[in-house]
């Protein structure tokens, strides 16, 4: 590892001009972890260009140069060291065709289990409960202190891929880490505020639908939420502002996985959550996806009933092993 967080930190030193990126649909820690090292690199004077494909979703608008974030990726990739965080799989980044296999250069920063460890560099590490934890240590290891809104934005990305400090991968590291950022001036309040408070109307409307539709499979081990389309026109909610909701199935006592199935035109999208034991990961897995052990996804065909088979079939086979 010691290595490995060595080539990253030369590679993070050695260009000129940079692209950050993390995965399409972007979270709270791509953002965070992307946003951060951009801060990062800008103020050891390099040019830094942050891409996500898909722009910011509404609920993370908040967080400190949100509004920086560019939809397209620059031309001429010679150009550019790319640095990928967050993401599994360089195809995850939604860059256009051989932009990655053009670029100077590729760093890549992550913490999921199934990384397939490209780049020129790379640290990955499955044992971080978030990428923004790396890039924590990352910085920590060079001797660079975080401004506030560095410290903000690393913090963002340690509260939400840990559920808020309530998944399994919440562990000391996790803390300390949080607790060094709360040091460096991220404030920590405002942020819990932004991502779990201060919800709009229409999602609040739309949780009410969803939580509605709450059944539970498997003699209480799966709990099964739906979201369908006529749900989202009946809250007037368009967008995919369904962060968090997979997990309310573990507000039943005995629930293992809890899962959201989500209508995204032919398709239906499932959300997994793993309350500790369960792996999401190889659920997931299962039906083509993947994630985390405690949070993970995959797009099976519709329609809705049959992806709920699926899903049922892949939970049970997964709990039988165990
Ligand atoms: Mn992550």
């Known amino acids: 590892?010691?290595?490995?967080?060595?080539?990253?930190?030369?590679?993070?030193?050695?260009?000129?001009?940079?692209?950050?990126?993390?995965?399409?649909?972007?979270?709270?820690?791509?953002?965070?972890?992307?946003?951060?090292?951009?801060?990062?690199?800008?103020?050891?004077?390099?040019?830094?260009?942050?891409?996500m494909r898909d722009g910011?979703?509404?609920?993370?608008?908040?967080?400190?140069?949100?509004?920086?974030?560019?939809?397209?990726?620059?031309?001429?990739?010679?150009?550019?060291?790319?640095?990928?965080?967050d993401t599994p799989d360089p195809g995850r980044t939604g860059a256009p065709?051989?932009?990655?296999?053009?670029?100077?250069?590729?760093?890549?920063?992550?913490?999921?289990?199934?990384?397939?460890?490209?780049?020129?560099?790379?640290?990955?590490?499955?044992?971080?409960s978030s990428a923004s934890l790396l890039v924590y240590e990352l910085m920590s290891e060079a001797g660079h202190a975080p401004d506030g809104e560095t410290?903000?934005?690393?913090y963002a990305g340690v509260l939400t891929d840990t559920g808020g400090f309530r998944f399994g991968n919440t562990d000391?590291?996790?803390f300390r880490t949080a607790a060094r950022l709360v040091e460096a001036g991220a404030e920590a309040p405002w942020v819990a505020k932004h991502v779990y408070g201060e919800q709009p109307t229409g999602r609040l409307r739309l949780l009410g639908l969803v939580l509605a539709s709450l059944e539970s499979e498997l003699g209480g081990r799966l709990a099964i939420m739906t979201l369908t389309d006529r749900m989202r026109e009946e809250a007037g909610v368009s967008g995919e502002n369904i962060e968090g909701l997979a997990s309310y199935g573990h507000l039943l006592r005995d629930v293992e996985v809890s899962a959201l199935l989500r209508e995204e035109g032919e398709r239906v999208r499932v959300s997994l959550r793993s309350s500790g034991?369960?792996?999401?990961?190889?659920?997931?897995g299962m039906m083509g996806g993947g994630g985390h052990r405690a949070a993970a996804g995959a797009a099976l065909p519709g329609p809705m009933?049959?992806?709920?088979?699926?899903?049922?079939?892949?939970?049970?086979?997964?709990?039988e092993r165990r």
């Open 1 to 51: 590892m010691r290595a490995k967080t060595e080539a990253v930190l030369g590679a993070l030193g050695g260009c000129a001009r940079y692209v950050v990126t993390a995965h399409v649909r972007p979270d709270g820690d791509s953002l965070g972890s992307a946003l951060a090292t951009a801060r990062w690199l800008r103020s050891g004077g390099r040019e830094t260009l942050v891409v």
């Open 56 to 85: 910011v979703p509404e609920q993370f608008a908040f967080l400190p140069d949100a509004g920086l974030i560019s939809r397209q990726y620059p031309g001429d990739p010679s150009e550019w060291a790319v640095v990928v965080l």
């Open 97 to 128: 065709e051989g932009y990655l296999e053009a670029a100077r250069t590729v760093i890549n920063v992550d913490h999921h289990p199934g990384n397939a460890h490209y780049g020129d560099a790379n640290l990955v590490d499955t044992c971080a």
């Open 151 to 154: 410290a903000t934005l690393l």
């Open 172 to 174: 000391a590291r996790t």
């Open 277 to 284: 034991e369960a792996d999401v990961n190889e659920i997931a």
């Open 305 to 319: 009933a049959e992806a709920r088979e699926r899903l049922i079939a892949a939970v049970a086979s997964s709990l």
